[in-house]
């Protein structure tokens, strides 16, 4: 059974989320502020498979909360609750390093799906580090770059970052699909588990994110191409 923590100060909706969460099935824990998220996550007790985390919380916000999860390396996937009108906490969210967003006020089935696609690409993750994609392994370079699957980094030279599972997630398909063009809808579906008319925002932002990490210059992708219409290519030897 996986183990969810909410994380919200509205109490009526952190109970319905509790409620509807168990009826699936879930085991459900709930918190109401950033410090005691903070003590459940990173206490030899509780282990969780996932965090539904408002960011707007009193005393330590959501934001902090996932950077300090990420600063420890506690990579347990982050679904980030914001309100529809702020779209600058949505990028903000998931530059700290949470793994999906769905914006205030929002659908029960659109949570569940998305609650159901991160513990499931969770799961594919770990056991990824012990059967490895036969064609990339749980390591790839490229030119003067590398990504270690396993211990979620990226290096650039004497640079490293950190990646969350998503992002490992969405790089290791696209260098496992190296030099072809994958839809968005083959990304929500097969690394995400989503179905097609989930918002692909989410799939623009992330590959932003990984543009940052890879790209000499993001704004001019080479390694990372959007193909018109289509989605996008990993090319690992551009011309």
Do not use: C
Not at 152 to 166: C, P, Q, S
Not at 182 to 188: G, N, Y
């Amino acid at each position: 059974m996986s183990r969810i923590l909410i994380v919200e100060d509205e109490h009526h909706l952190a109970d319905g989320l509790r409620y509807n969460l168990e009826a699936e099935l879930y085991d459900v824990d709930v918190v109401d502020n950033g410090e005691d998220a903070l003590a459940r996550l990173t206490g030899k007790g509780a282990v969780y498979d996932l965090v539904i985390l408002d960011l707007m919380l009193p005393g330590i916000d959501g934001f902090a909360v996932v950077a300090e999860l990420r600063r420890l390396r506690r990579f347990v996937p982050v679904l980030m609750l914001t309100a529809r009108s702020r779209s600058e906490d949505m990028r903000h969210g998931l530059d700290v390093g949470a793994d999906d967003y769905l914006a205030k006020p929002f659908e029960l089935p659109i949570l569940i799906a998305r609650v159901k696609g991160l513990l499931r690409r969770h799961e594919w993750l770990r056991a990824e580090s012990a059967a490895q994609f036969t064609t990339v392994g749980s390591q790839f370079t490229f030119r003067d770059r590398s990504i270690d699957f396993e211990q979620l980094e990226v290096r650039v030279g004497e640079k490293k970052m950190l990646l969350t599972l998503m992002e490992a997630a969405l790089l290791r398909y696209l260098v496992t699909h190296e030099g072809t063009p994958v839809s968005r809808k083959a990304i929500l579906e097969d690394v995400w588990g989503m179905r097609e008319d989930t918002d692909t925002r989410a799939i623009d932002n992330f590959i932003v994110r990984l543009r940052r990490y890879i790209e000499d210059e993001p704004a001019s992708p080479k390694f990372l191409q959007t193909v018109r219409g289509v989605g996008y290519r990993f090319v690992a030897n551009p011309e």
